[in-house]
């Protein structure tokens, strides 16, 4: 606790601009992942998006590594509709653009 608050003193910025939401690679056209990455940013949401189509699992376990709190899935069917998972509830729901916005901005 003690070194925590050293840091958070210290270095502010970097706790609170930490990534709050993983756009997960389902095999997507990587341009569609960066699009959605900027969208996000542009409304203040951190959010990076995983590099490679790798195993869920994997893009998962990044997202619990680096304490990223949101997982994104883009809907194949809906374009207008993602599925967002909160990485400590393992609560999946599906909203829209804006729906996810206000949630993260809580």
Do not use: C, H, W
Not at 72 to 81: N, R
């Amino acid at each position: 606790p003690k070194k925590f608050f050293i840091f958070f003193t210290y270095f502010p910025n970097l706790i609170s601009n930490s990534t709050q939401l993983l756009i997960v690679n389902q095999g997507t056209d990587q341009q569609n992942l960066i699009s959605l990455a900027s969208q996000f940013r542009k409304k203040g949401i951190y959010s990076e998006f995983y590099p490679d189509p790798v195993k869920l699992n994997k893009q998962l376990k990044y997202a619990n590594a680096n304490a990223i709190p949101y997982v994104l899935f883009e809907s194949k069917g809906d374009s207008e509709m993602f599925e967002l998972k909160e990485m400590n509830s393992g609560i999946q729901q599906f909203y829209n653009f804006n729906d996810i916005v206000s949630q993260l901005k809580k």
